[in-house]
């Protein structure tokens, strides 16, 4: 299985729809960068809480600060942490990202890259879940914005 690195949008996305435990199900080691746990864990909701009680998501901080400059001009500082830590040693298998200028980068820099949506309907092949539209439905309802040609792939894809 997998070594992933994780943003803030999946995390809370996943946790506000009960589904946090895939990543654990689905991948061997999960890595958050540590502007990712401070941005998650600054509110006091159920995300925040699923992080901090956690045993499974591993903490990282990227080696090279400098870095970050690189990148900052059009991404959030989870994002540029999440592309470094991917490249550095031992590099990850697969970032799971939300933001579609993130996604850009990451496979500009070759990164694998895969989202919240792709996580779903990883789950259900491999047969974690049964159903991949009432998860989308709750995120929908949660407030998250999915493109409705998106919802109609992933209904397609999932074979609902």
């Given at each position: 299985?997998?070594?992933?690195?994780?943003?803030s949008t999946?995390?809370?996305?996943?946790?506000?729809?009960?589904?946090?435990?895939?990543?654990?199900?689905?991948?061997?080691?999960?890595?958050?960068?540590?502007?990712?746990?401070?941005?998650?864990?600054?509110?006091?909701?159920?995300?925040?809480?699923?992080?901090?009680?956690?045993?499974?998501?591993?903490?990282?901080?990227?080696?090279?600060?400098?870095?970050?400059?690189?990148?900052?001009?059009?991404?959030?500082?989870?994002?540029?942490?999440?592309?470094?830590?991917?490249?550095?040693?031992?590099?990850?298998?697969?970032?799971?990202?939300?933001?579609?200028?993130?996604?850009?980068?990451?496979?500009?820099?070759?990164?694998?890259?895969?989202?919240?949506?792709?996580?779903?309907?990883?789950?259900?092949?491999?047969?974690?879940?049964?159903?991949?539209?009432?998860?989308?439905?709750?995120?929908?309802?949660?407030?998250?914005?999915?493109?409705?040609?998106?919802?109609d792939l992933v209904k397609?894809?999932?074979?609902?």
């Amino acid at each position: 299985m997998p070594r992933v690195i994780v943003n803030s949008t999946p995390l809370i996305v996943l946790s506000d729809i009960g589904e946090l435990d895939l990543l654990k199900k689905l991948y061997s080691e999960i890595y958050i960068p540590q502007a990712v746990f401070d941005e998650v864990t600054a509110k006091a909701d159920s995300a925040c809480q699923a992080i901090k009680n956690s045993d499974w998501i591993h903490i990282a901080k990227i080696k090279d600060q400098s870095q970050k400059r690189i990148y900052q001009a059009k991404l959030h500082d989870g994002e540029v942490e999440v592309m470094i830590l991917a490249q550095e040693e031992p590099k990850a298998d697969l970032v799971i990202l939300d933001d579609n200028a993130a996604k850009k980068t990451a496979k500009f820099l070759g990164l694998k890259v895969t989202g919240s949506l792709g996580v779903i309907l990883k789950a259900k092949k491999e047969n974690h879940i049964s159903n991949v539209m009432p998860l989308v439905n709750k995120m929908l309802a949660n407030g998250f914005y999915i493109a409705q040609e998106v919802v109609d792939l992933v209904k397609k894809t999932a074979g609902e």
